[in-house]
C-alpha cells in the first residue's frame, strides 16, 4: 500500500473519530438543555396554574378546576397533571399517553431522557388547600432532539 493510501486512511480515521466524539458530545448537551428547559417550564407552569386555581379551590366540585386545567393540558406539553386535596383525595387527573410522531423507537432507548415532575401547592386565605402535580411529557423534546441531531448529520 503507497504512503498516499495510507495517510488517507490514517486523516480519514481521525476525521471520522473527531466528528463522531463532536456529534456524541453534542447530542448530550441538546439532551441536557432540553431536559433543563422541560423542568423550568414545568415549574413555571405548576406555579403559574397553582396561583390561578387558588380562588376556586374553596368548592373542590367548581368546574373551573377541570377547565382551567384541560386549557393548559390540551397543548399536549404534558404527560400527566393532578389536582389533589389536602386529605390526598384526586379531585382532577389528566393523563396523556400519546407519543409524539416523527420520532423513532430507538431513540428514547438510547437517549433516555429525565420526566419532571413539578409541585405546586394551592392554598385558600391562610391554608393549603391542595396540591398539584405536573409532569412534563418528553415527547417534544426527543421531536426536537431527533431533528437537531438529522440536522447536524445533513451539515456535516
Not at 366540585?61 to 389533589?84: C, H, Q, S, W
Request: charged share 15%; net charge negative.
Amino acid at each position: 500500500m503507497s504512503l498516499s493510501k495510507q495517510l488517507l486512511i490514517l486523516i480519514s480515521c481521525i476525521f471520522f473519530i473527531v466528528f463522531s466524539v463532536s456529534f456524541i458530545l453534542s447530542m448530550n448537551n441538546i439532551k441536557s438543555y432540553l431536559e433543563i428547559e422541560s423542568e423550568i417550564h414545568v415549574q413555571n407552569t405548576a406555579t403559574s396554574l397553582g396561583l390561578s386555581l387558588s380562588p376556586h379551590m374553596a368548592d373542590d366540585k367548581d368546574p373551573i378546576l377541570r377547565t382551567m386545567m384541560n386549557a393548559i393540558f390540551d397543548g399536549g406539553y404534558y404527560k400527566e397533571m393532578r389536582l389533589v386535596d389536602v386529605d390526598g383525595n384526586d379531585l382532577v387527573v389528566l393523563e396523556n399517553s400519546n407519543e409524539v410522531e416523527g420520532v423513532p423507537d430507538w431513540l428514547p432507548e438510547l437517549m433516555p431522557m429525565e420526566v419532571s415532575t413539578a409541585v405546586s401547592e394551592i392554598s385558600s386565605g391562610w391554608s393549603i388547600s391542595g396540591t398539584l402535580y405536573i409532569t412534563t411529557n418528553p415527547g417534544y423534546a426527543y421531536l426536537s432532539l431527533y431533528q437537531q441531531g438529522k440536522s447536524t448529520l445533513q451539515y456535516s
